[in-house]
């Protein structure tokens, strides 16, 4: 079955860098976009990052621009996001997805992984 687990969470400074990780299992990993979202206490979950199959096209949502990177390894089947000059309102529930269209669509999520950016 699908599978998405995520680490590489925790507590760091303001200004500071953390990168997540999320290893992926149980369909064809090289095939699909991969995105990782996050949920802050009392928010919706939010798009943070998405990128394509290849790795060859990224997106992110306004304010992370310049700041978290999201890149693949299909070889390993790997996602990740760097994360720099970390703020407190980064703090969240970081969560890798994959959401694809065979016959049905499927939507699958990992468990998340926290993030708390604080002094």
């Known amino acids: 079955q699908v599978q998405l687990v995520e680490s590489g969470g925790g507590l760091v400074q303001p200004g500071g860098s953390l990168r997540l990780s999320c290893a992926a299992s149980?369909?064809?990993?090289?095939?699909?976009?991969m995105n990782w979202h996050r949920q802050a206490p009392g928010k919706e979950r939010e798009l943070v990052a998405a990128?394509?199959?290849?790795?060859?096209?990224?997106d992110y949502t306004d304010s992370v621009k310049g700041r978290f990177t999201i890149s693949r390894d299909n070889a390993k089947n790997m996602v990740y996001l760097q994360m720099n000059s970390l703020k407190p309102e980064d703090t969240a529930v970081y969560y890798c997805?994959?959401?694809?269209?065979?016959?049905?669509?499927?939507?699958?999520w990992g468990q998340g992984t926290q993030v708390t950016v604080s002094s």
């Open positions: 997805n994959v959401k694809y269209r065979a016959l049905r669509w499927y939507d699958y």
């Open positions: 149980g369909f064809h990993f090289s095939s699909y976009a």
């Open positions: 990128i394509s199959s290849t790795g060859g096209s990224t």
